[in-house]
């Protein structure tokens, strides 16, 4: 499985490399739903379903999308490990902050 780095800022925007939100979000259309330790994320296939909108942050094409409202009111900012899970179809992003040298 192929693993990103996100960011989540202390204003609660979690931001998207360009390559991942093109591949797995192309309508730029999600649903965040909290399972246990993790946060997925669930691509949408159109505006009629709803969620949640990604919002191009540069010219580069990176996205950022407001989330939280959705997390536990104890997540700090900070980068997060996200993997793919085809098997659900859901970017699968762990709640537990990743160490800045490793980010």
């Known amino acids: ?5 996100l960011e989540l800022t202390a204003q609660g925007y979690l931001h998207l490399p360009a390559t991942l939100a093109q591949r ?4 730029d259309l999600l649903v965040v739903l ?6 997925w994320l669930v691509p949408l296939c159109g505006p009629a379903a709803g969620g949640l909108l990604l919002k191009q942050r540069n010219a580069r094409g990176d996205r950022s999308v407001l989330i939280w409202e ?3 009111p104890d997540v700090m900012p900070g980068w997060r490990r996200a993997v793919w899970d085809a098997t659900n179809g859901v970017l699968r992003m762990t709640l537990q902050p990743v ?3 490793m980010a």
């Open 1 to 5: 499985m192929e693993t990103w780095l």
């Open 24 to 27: 797995y979000f192309p309508t």
């Open 34 to 39: 909290p399972r246990g330790d993790e946060v």
């Open 70 to 72: 959705a997390l536990p």
């Open 99 to 101: 160490a800045e040298e």
